[in-house]
């Protein structure tokens, strides 16, 4: 068995935070005897991968992998020549290879954003593109204009058939990789892009409820960012994992995931960046159920928004704003209980000027959902429906798995209040 296995094991309980011994103990072995896996002296054995598995959460990964023949289960390397591989994998339209991937979970994940800022740290020259299709820099802006007409989109149609267009995009940018002649700065810039068209169609299977498909193109997407060197584009797709770590009750490897990007981007990102980043620790520790690191990571946010807008802010941040740091600092309130705090700030977020209606329907669906559910903790039930009815009115026209189901949730909420008739109309009229 290939040493890299060994290394995998050992990053991926690196990147849990369990300490060694509680790790040996929960696994079943000596410390020595895990090291000597972990450092390729001991093979690699099916209870050792189970065992790994087992504690780490990782659905079976390791011992997927293992039971690959020919080493099929063997990580593709994080340089030029791999990105390319896994990039032509998710492209081909021959169905994605998953043993190119290892992101089962969100400890992959964690490894996933380790591996990212090694390959960041050891960047080294661009092979040069040597087709016969010339690249210049006008093609390439085009493609970026392109890009963020979709982001656009997503936002306002939700993700149904945003995935597909994304994946052709990014498809695009691939025959060009493969086929096309550049240079340097050329090449650098197309697999940034190549960075953000993963990361939209990752968010878009997510929104979809396609968790496997999201996860291989988070992936994609840190392997492109690192290709071009370029860690802006990987913190903000680190940044969406997270949510979707968050979302699927993984909130501590959501931490994990901030507190990489955070880190790696600390000089180099804006203070819209530090917001983002920050915002999104602040959900993940409410999921966690950590109040004061929630609070810490609200209050850094909010500051660093205060200081304006820079010129050198990335353009995938132009959501980024004090109403969407308050919307998510009402969704955290209400997930550590505090109701009434949710509706303070999801009322500070529309006074803000949050246009949810025209411009982020899809999202203010879910924070209306929310909003709802905070007035029904309160026993405000007529302030419940107003919100709901205008979650439901949002989501017209939108394409979202994720909205419908904060709708779904909201009518399980509001079905023990059928003797209402106002709650029976709702539930009526929301009826599937």
């Not at 992936?219 to 770590?245: H, I, K, M, N, W």
């Not at 600390?266 to 203070?271: C, E, F, L």
């Amino acid at each position: 068995m290939p040493d890299s296995l060994g290394q995998a094991l050992r990053e991926a309980r690196r990147n849990s935070g369990l300490p060694f011994r509680a790790f040996a103990r929960q696994a079943g072995y000596s410390e020595s005897h895990l090291r000597s896996v972990e450092n390729g002296h001991r093979a690699v054995t099916d209870d050792i991968a189970a065992a790994y598995d087992r504690v780490l959460a990782t659905g079976g990964e390791f011992a997927s992998a293992l039971a690959q023949p020919d080493n099929a289960g063997t990580p593709v390397a994080w340089d030029q020549s791999g990105t390319l591989m896994v990039l032509a994998g998710l492209t081909s339209g021959g169905g994605v290879d998953r043993q190119t991937f290892i992101s089962a979970s969100g400890a992959a994940m964690a490894v996933l954003a380790a591996r990212w800022r090694s390959a960041l740290a050891s960047s080294g020259p661009l092979l040069p593109g040597t087709g016969s299709r010339q690249v210049g820099q006008e093609l390439v802006s085009h493609i970026g204009q392109r890009l963020d007409y979709l982001r656009h989109l997503d936002d306002e149609l939700g993700s149904g058939d945003l995935a597909v267009l994304a994946r052709t995009e990014l498809a695009l940018i691939v025959r060009l990789l493969r086929g096309g002649s550049y240079t340097d700065a050329v090449g650098r810039h197309l697999y940034a892009l190549a960075a953000e068209a993963s990361r939209q169609a990752a968010w878009d299977y997510f929104d979809q409820d396609d968790h496997p498909a999201a996860r291989w193109y988070f992936e994609a997407a840190l392997r492109a960012s690192a290709t071009a060197d370029d860690p802006l584009t990987g913190a903000y797709a680190l940044s969406f994992a997270a949510v979707q770590c968050y979302s699927t009750g993984q909130p501590q490897e959501a931490v994990a995931l901030l507190e990489t990007a955070s880190g790696t981007v600390a000089r180099t990102g804006t203070p819209k960046m530090t917001a983002m980043l920050a915002a999104r620790s602040a959900r993940a520790h409410s999921k966690a159920g950590s109040k004061r690191d929630c609070a810490r990571q609200l209050y850094q946010a909010r500051t660093a928004l205060d200081r304006g807008p820079q010129p050198d802010d990335a353009p995938v941040l132009y959501w980024v704003t004090h109403g969407e740091i308050e919307m998510i600092a009402g969704s955290s309130a209400l997930d550590l209980g505090d109701p009434a705090q949710a509706i303070r700030c999801f009322d500070a977020a529309i006074a803000d000027g949050y246009r949810g209606d025209d411009q982020y329907p899809r999202s203010h669906a879910i924070y209306l959902a929310r909003a709802a559910e905070a007035h029904l903790r309160l026993h405000d039930l007529d302030a419940a429906l107003d919100r709901a009815a205008h979650a439901v009115r949002c989501l017209g026209g939108v394409d979202s798995a994720r909205s419908a189901s904060a709708i779904t949730g909201l009518r399980a909420k509001l079905a023990p209040h059928a003797a209402s008739p106002a709650v029976r109309e709702f539930l009526e009229a929301t009826r599937q």
